[in-house]
C-alpha cells in the first residue's frame, strides 16, 4: 500500500476522527516538508502534555490529592520544562 493509499484510508474511514481529516486535507494543500515538521512539532508537543498529564494523575502527596480536573485546568507556567 503507498501512502497515497493510506492516506486515502484514513480520510474516507468513518473511524478517524474529523480532526484528523481536516488536519490531513489543510496540510496537502500545504508544502510537504513545511507540513511534516509542524506535524512533527504538533506531536512532540502534545507527546510531552500527554505523559505530564498521566504521570500528574490522581496521587496523593503530603494528603493532598490532585484531580484530573486540576491537572487539566493547570496553567502554561505549571508545564514541565523537561
Not at 494523575?57 to 496553567?75: D, Y
Request: proline share 5%.
Amino acid at each position: 500500500m503507498t501512502v497515497d493509499d493510506e492516506i486515502r484510508a484514513v480520510l474516507e474511514c468513518p473511524a478517524s476522527s474529523y480532526w484528523l481529516r481536516d488536519a490531513l486535507r489543510a496540510a496537502l494543500k500545504r508544502d510537504s516538508v513545511d507540513a511534516a515538521n509542524d506535524a512533527e512539532k504538533l506531536h512532540d508537543l502534545l507527546s510531552r502534555r500527554c505523559d505530564w498529564i498521566w504521570r500528574s494523575l490522581p496521587v496523593a502527596i503530603e494528603g493532598e490529592q490532585t484531580t484530573f480536573e486540576q491537572t487539566l485546568n493547570s496553567g502554561p507556567g505549571d508545564l514541565p520544562t523537561a
